[in-house]
């Protein structure tokens, strides 16, 4: 049993002759951040001050063992004994000397008090934790830094109004409760929707939690997560199961990904997913970024260039990696019950080559990362359990035989060796298969530790002279 996440978009702050909230809207989002970060930076100040709570023991009593025991505390335990301690009630009219929050941020509602302690305690908790490890560790470098009250603001259930069934409408709003600089008020905001968002947000079976608001320095949006419980066995118990199906995933710069899905030990379904001259157009704009910087000389700190190339590389490179990934969860949701293979590639370092050509290479390094985290998110939605299996060999053995082989191109009607070729032959069985589809086939074998990719064993340690005799 596990978790899926998933977010959906909201919020228009576009010019305002094309729908977008006015100026006064905007300043209201900012004065509203500046003061919850003003909060979350009391609430830090008072939770390091009073750190040793954080270790206190709470007993409770266990249903399963019918017996107390103790435990740390919560933080919904935190969250009443700070409020208990810093904001004054009829219950508790006295608060503690140099934290009464109610004189620092008054008028502010209790949502959002309540939403900044609880981020509170989650940084504090976190800094104590790291300091304790620092500390145990012995080194002298890595210490902790303070944790910093910047945060994007969470939005509870009476900071936020949404109409689900507005939201498909072409003059859609939302009504939030922000800080205009003198007091709290309410405010409408005008939200880009659609009927994809609608459906997305009422979709059965995933609930939604707090909104979060998102502020960039030209943008702002508004972040609805939602969950899902998602039913799926161990990698282990499936693959105990004599028609279990694997997914296997071999990704390049040109073919983004080659998919093959095995299923009784014969590959019984292949997919290929070029780049559609995607390395080629990237290539070509970074090779005007090595210009231009070339032509300008020594760079200046604290200055960027080529803002808007670079930004037009990640929106593309963004891109493919959502429509590979989705194409490689589609093949997955055809399979119900398999398991999802990429191979365990962590450094891969750009090779020789010019200042444009290192670039480019380690964007498609990057890309591949991309494809690989968002494959496993939108298969897990499917029930699909993703595995990284070792990569050694596989783009060098045959998949059919297990020989070493080698990869070659055609030039001329004649056949050249070559170390990255497309193809691939294999001097003992004289198999010749696409390299990409061959080194896909290989990542099945890895997992199930066929010919040479077997689990190593433990070394056994040489044996001393006493044990030799000598």
């Known amino acids: 049993m596990g978790q899926a996440t998933r977010t959906t978009k909201l919020l228009d702050l576009g010019r305002r002759d094309q729908g977008g909230a006015n100026l006064q809207k905007r300043a209201a989002l900012d004065a509203t951040a500046e003061v919850l970060t003003a909060a979350r930076a009391f609430y830090i100040d008072f939770f390091l001050a009073h750190a040793g709570k954080f270790s206190e023991q709470v007993s409770y009593y266990s249903e399963e063992h019918l017996e107390l025991r103790e435990r740390l505390i919560s933080a919904h335990e935190l969250l009443s004994w700070a409020e208990a301690c810093t904001v004054e009630t009829a219950a508790h009219p006295h608060p503690w000397a140099g934290w009464n929050f109610k004189q620092r941020f008054p008028g502010m509602p209790f949502t959002y008090r309540r939403s900044v302690i609880k981020d509170a305690i989650g940084k504090v908790r976190s800094y104590l934790s790291n300091r304790a490890s620092w500390e145990k560790s012995g080194k002298q470098k890595g210490k902790p830094g303070r944790p910093a009250a910047t945060d994007h603001p969470t939005l509870y259930q009476g900071c936020i109004q949404i109409q689900l069934e507005a939201l498909d409408l072409k003059a859609a709003f939302v009504r939030i409760n922000f800080y205009t600089g003198e007091g709290?008020?309410?405010?409408?905001?005008?939200?880009?929707?659609?009927?994809?968002?609608?459906?997305?947000?009422?979709?059965?079976?995933?609930?939604?939690?707090?909104?979060?608001?998102?502020?960039?320095?030209?943008?702002?949006?508004?972040?609805?997560?939602?969950?899902?419980?998602?039913?799926?066995?161990?990698?282990?118990?499936?693959?105990?199961?004599?028609?279990?199906?694997?997914?296997?995933?071999?990704?390049?710069?040109?073919?983004?990904?080659?998919?093959?899905?095995?299923?009784?030990?014969r590959i019984i379904k292949t997919v290929f997913v070029t780049d559609h001259g995607l390395d080629a157009h990237r290539y070509r704009h970074l090779k005007k970024i090595a210009k231009k910087q070339w032509q300008s000389g020594q760079p200046v700190k604290g200055e960027r260039s080529n803002r808007q190339l670079r930004r037009h590389v990640d929106r593309l490179n963004a891109d493919a990696a959502h429509k590979v990934a989705r194409r490689i969860a589609q093949v997955c949701a055809q399979y119900p019950g398999c398991i999802l293979l990429f191979e365990r590639l962590r450094k891969i370092k750009p090779g020789k080559g010019s200042k444009s050509r290192r670039m480019n290479r380690r964007r498609a390094n990057q890309l591949r990362g991309k494809i690989n985290q968002q494959a496993k998110d939108k298969a897990y939605l499917h029930g699909v359990v993703s595995v990284e299996v070792n990569a050694h060999g596989t783009s060098q053995y045959c998949s059919r035989c297990g020989a070493k082989g080698e990869g070659f191109s055609y030039k001329s009607g004649r056949r050249f060796p070559v170390k990255w070729g497309k193809l691939f032959i294999c001097p003992m069985c004289h198999y010749e298969a696409n390299a990409y589809f061959n080194a896909s086939v290989n990542v099945h074998h890895s997992f199930y530790r066929e010919w040479h990719w077997q689990p190593r064993t433990a070394r056994v340690p040489p044996p001393s002279p006493e044990e030799n005799g000598t």
């Open 184 to 265: 709290w008020r309410w405010m409408h905001y005008p939200v880009t929707s659609s009927h994809y968002s609608v459906e997305r947000l009422q979709e059965t079976g995933w609930q939604r939690q707090s909104p979060t608001l998102v502020l960039r320095a030209h943008s702002a949006e508004l972040h609805n997560p939602q969950v899902k419980k998602i039913a799926a066995r161990k990698v282990m118990e499936r693959k105990q199961d004599p028609d279990l199906a694997t997914v296997g995933v071999d990704l390049n710069v040109k073919n983004l990904a080659v998919i093959t899905v095995r299923q009784h030990g």
